[in-house]
């Protein structure tokens, strides 16, 4: 089992910042990719900000400039900064890890919970 735990969603006004983490935990031999995703009510869920092994990152044309996606490999967690916020970005945010899984080298492709980030005018 692999299971992505994250925290650091709140409120803040705009402008302001917040710092999502994600931790992958479990049977994990390799992480491939991990990735920011969100989903506004009433909207899809949509890509945010994505980071694979070698470092590099992709993000929506609506975070550039303003979010940064990083990771701590030892520790199997990726950050998101997000600054300069906007009612906007007003969505619950979910983590997910793609990699291969320790001993049976299969691949697993998981997400987390969610947070809430709620930005107000």
């Known amino acids: 089992q692999v299971q992505l735990v994250e925290s650091g969603g709140g409120l803040v006004h705009s402008g302001g910042s917040l710092r999502l983490s994600c931790t992958a935990s479990?049977?994990?031999?390799?992480?491939?990719?991990m990735g920011w995703y969100r989903q506004a009510p009433g909207k899809q869920r949509e890509l945010v900000a994505t980071i694979i092994s070698g470092g590099s990152t992709n993000y929506a044309d609506s975070v550039k400039g303003r979010f940064t996606i990083s990771t701590d490999n030892a520790k199997n967690t990726v950050y998101l900064q997000m600054n300069s916020l906007k009612p906007e970005d007003t969505a619950v945010y979910y983590c997910n890890a793609d990699g291969l899984r320790l001993y049976t080298i299969t691949r697993f492709d998981v997400w987390g919970q969610g947070t809430q980030v709620t930005v107000s005018s």
């Open positions: 479990g049977s994990i031999f390799r992480i491939n990719a």
